[in-house]
């Protein structure tokens, strides 16, 4: 076995070796290259500028100028104090307060700075390849492109960069910064006692994942086993409950011979109109244990006692379903609507004139097709409602509690709500960034082996 | 002819008992709204009804005490309202015009890292939102889109990341057949071009969906919106004001003003989404089977 | 003296950034220097005026206290109360003109949190309820009452109110009212005798009406105080708790127990605490704060009374005791010494007697100030008085770890669900595992 193939068959073997071709080429390139070329090294865009080419050469030169600039103004007193979060503490002064290191910016700052640095080296060495492959032109007696029609290949050839640019610092700023920074802080002691500016804060390693899977009074394990469960439990039971009712809505609507199809549809999407804290509030006043339902149901003698939907946690959880299907539904009418019209009416034409009836037509032409087409919404759908913030919150917030679980946990509690509790009543930050990340891992293994599995997948392929 | 009229028979049987079905359902679907739409009119003046919540449905005294509330100067809610119409107009439209520009690129051009950038992408949406809100809060402040810049600062976080989110839009330009665009490249057009004059004039559904669910968004916004405003009344959302009406204790019986408050947002909300839901369903639909 | 030393510094300065900033960007220098030169102004001008103030105390009264601005947090109900109340400050104190108040709409809770996030964002001066005294500190959200304030605050207002302002022994916030605590509102034509729980609940239940009570942290401590159980917890000055001092698992705490199961087992009970969200209630167990909605709601026979006694399940009769408690105005710690001092003024003036009594009279929040709560309107009041006479029975507020109201509330829960029914051995394992992990918090 060579050791080329080695390399790509093992994915942390050919990213060293491609590390290694770039430093290759950056002492190639520097040997090789003219006195332009060298100065480059030093000052971003010279052998361009001195080449004619000026607004590329200008491009890399202001980006140089402004890494300077946002260093010394700003970024290095953060980035300096990124392995230690801040050693200054606040102090009194008289009756004044004097604030020490802001932990929480330098940390964010610094992990800011951090990004340019690695933005910069990028441009650095696309700076470097500029000026061989200009060489080369040079070399092989062509001429190179002047400025105006580099900026007019914004617009032709290079009209992704031009799409692209803003919409993807906006990511990385308000996306990837935030994120990368959230999961920094799973490795600190971030919390109510720990709290900028007053106090520091530091790096602790892994001790809030140990105590996230600590079995122990007063350690996290059992609460987040349970709650896991409920969460996947329940967006298993969201997802396929909403769906197949939708479509039997959907098909019932359709169905020969029902008049005024567009009132009725209307009326079910009304639901997806209305804001949810309006509509999702009012309905859980509805089912409280002295709401309208309860109250009128023991008026009418119907019950003796209230109904505790929300109290018990096994009929909280159940109601919640059920109201889910309330806000699902519609939704998954107007998909299947569409797609329901899209099967080929010669399947059912066929299938009736050899005897079948209604229901083996659904199952074995409609369903087969629905599932066949729709297997990537499920998916989604699916990762969806293990996030559903909405549904919970508004609902019950988690309620019913009780003592078998830690950290303020409820019975209905999904990892996020249980998150956003602790970020927002508890300023637990270092835990609620711990429950981020085990989100995004069951996230992330659920869709990637689901994804895999899904028929349709291949298919689209071949529209890419 | 026996058989006929029993075949008619079932099917008026069949018939009759799924109109019953769906009375039924729309029944359960819309007493929600007609709660919501008849707690509005009980007053909350106690000389006449009351404003918190009650066992009964129907007002017992027809009044419009809570929508004189809403629109008259007791409270800021028409700030709010405006808040909440400028925050929807400016996302609907800036988020539109990103997701296009993302979508094109991604459909039509092929470049390096462009698979590469969209599994990223497809990573990065797996985690929380919530947990980068502290953070979001921190960047913003130092840039002073907090508080009394929430109003911006709410757009541009709205906007900014709103590249991630080009799917559907993406399906439905892989649908818009290459040999228009290539014709056109061939008769001289530059990639720009193309966009601009074909692209777009051909994606009028998308373009509406699009801009439909961005507007919808803020009206239902209130944990981040409650965070940037951080207390500066005067930025908060309608979403945000009130939802401190149903769960602060300083604001008792403000149910009914809330049930008015909510149809106002309603109304517009509801007529846009009638008018447009033919495209909505397009997007759905469209977005169903792209994934 | 004092503007010759200024200016001699003023030049230097100058001097010194001009050569240093040759070598720099003109732009970024010019601003730097002039912020240098307003910086090293501003100290002269500071330390002149410490040495002033040492050697001459009578030069206070002509102390330029600057400009600034000046952010205030408070219920929505007493905004206009509020700004009403600056107005009147400001100019009956010219030299604090220089200052802009604005008054915000942020309800206790939300300031509480909001100032614990970022406490650079948040008010100088808020108002928030007790229990969150112990966690502004620790976030070093409250600065300490100015030290010639203390002795006044201390004994112009009610005992319990003082303690609660207390973290350790520093006296951190300027107590506003003396009004959180809970009793009971009841309708007169349902129940008739409000003296014991046992015949609210069974005149309840006879009616088809309501008892709503909260069964939660601040709640619960009207069975579990009332047969005589302790929880406190020490807490050294910088607002982190070091202690606990509870005997929940006991006999007494027991019976306290089995009391709360008992009534959240009744068909009449309701859980909740909030008027406005109460349906059909013939009795709620609440506060002041909510006086005027239960008043709406039940009209002609609105009443109020002290908490009913009941009987245990050892067959004594036990008085509801419960937390008494109030709200407080904080200031935040500041980097300016001047702003610090319009703020304790302010803050001073807006918890004093007069503005108290004017507060009770606008909205109806009970003083905690002495002198005001002898005032005639405030005795009579039909509320306050059920509150005060509850008072007797009660325990003053001291401060309470997040993990207790949190394990609190999931007890809460427990006592509506799982220990409805069970046995005693079950109740008395529950009560032994909440007393641990309330006995851990921190």
């Given amino acids: 076995m060579s050791n080329t193939s080695v390399a790509k068959k093992n994915p942390v073997g050919s990213f060293f070796s491609a590390v290694g071709n770039v430093f290759k080429d950056i002492g190639v390139i520097f040997v090789q290259g003219d006195w332009r070329t060298k100065i480059s090294y030093l000052i971003m865009g010279f052998g361009q500028i001195m080449r004619g080419q000026f607004l590329r050469g200008g491009m890399y030169l202001s980006i140089e100028v402004l890494f300077i600039w946002f260093m010394t103004s700003f970024g290095s007193k953060y980035f300096s104090k990124l392995g230690t979060l801040g050693t200054i503490e606040t102090y009194k002064k008289n009756r004044k307060t004097v604030y020490g290191d802001h932990s929480f910016l330098i940390l964010l700052f610094g992990l800011l700075a951090l990004f340019f640095i690695i933005f910069l080296l990028f441009c650095w060495y696309k700076n470097i390849k500029d000026n061989q492959k200009e060489e080369l ?25 031009t799409l692209l640019a803003l919409p993807v610092t906006g990511v990385f700023a308000f996306t990837v910064l935030p994120i990368v920074f959230m999961i920094c802080v799973a490795f600190t002691n971030y919390d109510a006692t720990h709290q900028a500016p007053t106090k520091l804060f530091t790096w602790v390693g892994f001790e809030n994942f140990k105590n996230m899977f600590s079995f122990g009074t007063g350690g996290f394990g059992r609460t987040f086993g349970g709650v896991l469960l409920w969460t996947l439990v329940w967006a298993l039971l969201a997802t396929f409950i909403d769906y197949f009712l939708g479509i039997a809505v959907a098909i019932l609507i359709n169905k020969k011979g029902i008049k005024f199809k567009k009132f009725w549809r209307t009326c079910l999407v009304m639901t997806i109109a209305v804001p949810q804290f309006v509509s999702l509030l009012y309905v859980s006043k509805l089912f409280d244990s002295a709401g309208i339902i309860n109250g009128t149901l023991m008026k009418w003698g119907i019950i003796d006692s209230a109904i505790p939907f929300w109290t018990d946690p096994l009929l909280a959880k159940v109601t919640i379903v059920v109201v889910n299907i309330w806000i699902g539904i519609p939704y998954l009418m107007l998909m299947a609507t569409g797609l329901l019209m899209n099967i080929p009416a010669d399947l059912y034409e066929s299938a009736s004139i050899d005897g079948a009836t209604p229901w083996q037509m659904f199952r074995h032409i409609t369903m087969p097709y629905m599932l066949f087409v729709t297997g990537p919404y499920l998916l989604t759908s699916y990762t969806g409602n293990l996030n559903n913030f909405n549904v919970i919150y508004l ?12 950290g303020g946990a409820g019975a209905t509690d999904l990892l996020v709500t249980w998150l956003y509790k602790m970020t927002i009543n508890d300023t637990d930050y270092k835990m609620a960034a711990v429950i981020g990340i085990m989100v995004f891992i069951v996230t992330a293994v659920i869709s990637l082996s689901v994804y895999r599995m899904l028929p349709s997948v291949k298919d689209e392929e071949g529209f890419q | 002819m026996a058989r006929e009229s029993s075949m008619k028979r079932k099917r008026a049987v069949s018939n009759f008992f799924s109109y019953l079905l769906l009375i039924i359902i729309v029944i359960i679907w819309l ?10 009119f009980r007053s909350y003046n106690p000389a006449v009804e009351y404003g918190g919540i009650v066992d009964y449905v129907i007002p017992k005294h027809f009044s419009l005490d809570n929508y004189r509330f809403c629109l008259g100067d007791e409270t800021n809610y028409k700030r709010w309202y405006m808040n909440t119409v400028t925050i929807a107009f400016f996302v609907s439209l800036l988020q539109t015009i990103v997701v296009l520009c993302v979508s094109y690129a991604l459909s039509r051009m092929r470049f390096n890292g462009r698979t590469l950038l969209m599994k990223f992408w497809l990573i990065l949406g797996m985690f929380p939102g919530f947990l980068t809100m502290i ?32 799917y559907i839009c993406k399906g439905y330009f892989d649908t818009i057949p290459k040999a228009l665009d290539e014709a056109a490249r061939i008769d001289g057009a530059s990639r720009a071009r193309v966009f601009f004059t074909m692209t777009i004039p051909m994606s009028k559904p998308i373009i509406i969906y699009q801009a439909l669910v961005a507007f919808m968004a803020p009206w239902n916004d209130y944990v981040f919106a ?66 | 003296m004092k503007k010759k030393l200024v200016s001699v510094l003023l030049a230097a300065a100058m001097s010194t950034s001009l050569l240093v900033g040759c070598g720099e960007e003109a732009a970024q220098t010019v601003q730097e220097t002039a912020e240098t030169v307003q910086e090293t102004a501003q100290e002269t001008t500071e330390a002149v005026q410490e040495t002033a103030e040492a050697v001459q105390e009578t030069a206070e009264e002509i102390t330029d206290y600057g400009t600034g601005e000046i952010k205030i947090w408070v219920a929505d109900a007493v905004v206009d109360f509020t700004n009403k109340q600056v107005a009147d400050f400001i100019a009956a104190n010219p030299q604090f003109a220089g200052y802009t108040v604005t008054v915000e709409a942020v309800g206790e809770g939300d300031a509480a949190s909001n100032m614990i ?11 928030f309820a007790q229990d969150q005294t112990a966690r502004l500190v620790a976030a070093g959200a409250l600065e300490e009452v100015a030290p010639e304030n203390v002795d006044a605050i201390k004994s112009q207002n009610a005992a319990g109110a003082v303690v609660a302002a207390t973290v350790g022994d520093t006296l951190y916030s300027y107590p506003m009212t003396a009004d959180n605590g809970y009793f009971l509102y009841y309708d007169k034509s349902v129940v008739t005798d409000p003296s014991t729980l046992e015949g609210i609940l069974e005149q309840c239940e006879a009616a088809g009406k309501n008892f709503y009570m909260d069964l939660t942290g601040w709640y619960q401590v009207a069975f579990f105080f009332g047969t005589g159980c302790t929880l406190t917890y020490d807490s050294d000055n910088d607002g982190n708790f070091t202690g606990c001092n509870v005997d929940y698992d006991s006999d007494k705490g027991l019976v306290a127990l089995n009391e709360m199961i008992e009534v959240a087992g009744s068909k009449a009970f309701q859980p909740g605490s909030s008027a406005g969200d109460a349906v059909n209630y013939a009795a709620i167990i609440d506060g002041t704060w909510d006086a005027s909605t239960v008043k709406d709601f039940l009209g002609d026979n609105y009443a109020c009374a002290k908490l009913p006694t009941f009987t245990g399940s050892d067959g004594a009769t036990y008085q509801m005791s419960g937390f008494n408690g109030c709200k407080l105005l904080g200031v935040k710690p500041q980097e300016d010494e001047n702003k610090l001092a319009v703020c304790d003024a302010l803050a001073l003036y807006l918890t004093s007697k007069d503005v108290q009594l004017a507060r009770y ?37 001291g401060q309470y770890p997040g993990d207790y109201w949190t394990n609190a509330e999931a007890l809460a829960g427990d006592v509506q669900n799982g220990l409805q029914g069970a046995s005693e051995d079950d109740v008395k394992a529950a009560l032994k595992d909440f007393q641990e992990k309330i006995a851990a918090a921190r």
């Avoid at chain 2, 953070?135 to 709103?162: D, M, N, R």
């Avoid at chain 2, 604001?251 to 509801?270: D, E, H, K, N, S």
């Fill in chain 1, 137 to 161: 032109i040079l070399k092989s007696g062509k001429k190179l492109p002047g400025s105006k029609a580099d900026f007019l290949s914004l617009f032709d050839s290079n009209f992704d960069k």
């Fill in chain 1, 395 to 406: 609902l019950t917030g988690g309620a019913p509690k009780s003592m078998s679980y830690t």
């Fill in chain 2, 31 to 40: 007493f929600p709204f007609f709660g919501i739409v008849l707690g509005s």
């Fill in chain 2, 135 to 166: 953070c979001l809060y921190f960047l913003l402040k130092q840039v002073g889109l907090t508080q009394a810049g929430a109003v911006p600062g709410l757009i541009l976080v709205s906007v900014a990341s709103s590249g991630m989110g080009y």
């Fill in chain 2, 226 to 291: 409650s965070y940037m405003a951080f207390g500066h009344d005067k930025s908060y959302n309608v979403a945000v004001s009130m939802y401190r009406w149903m769960n602060t204790g300083d604001y008792q019986g403000y149910f009914t003003r809330f049930c008015a408050g909510g149809v106002l947002i309603a109304i517009p909300v509801t007529l846009l989404f009638m008018f447009l839901q033919k495209y909505y369903v397009e997007g759905v639909t469209g977005g169903a089977v792209k994934g």
């Fill in chain 3, 117 to 127: 996030t970022d406490v650079t964002a948040g008010a100088d001066i808020y108002g």
């Fill in chain 3, 361 to 397: 009279n606008e909205v109806g929040w009970g003083p905690s100030n002495l002198e005001a709560q002898a005032d005639d309107a405030v005795k009579a009041d039909e509320a306050l008085s059920a509150l005060s006479e509850q008072f007797a029975f009660t325990v003053p507020q």
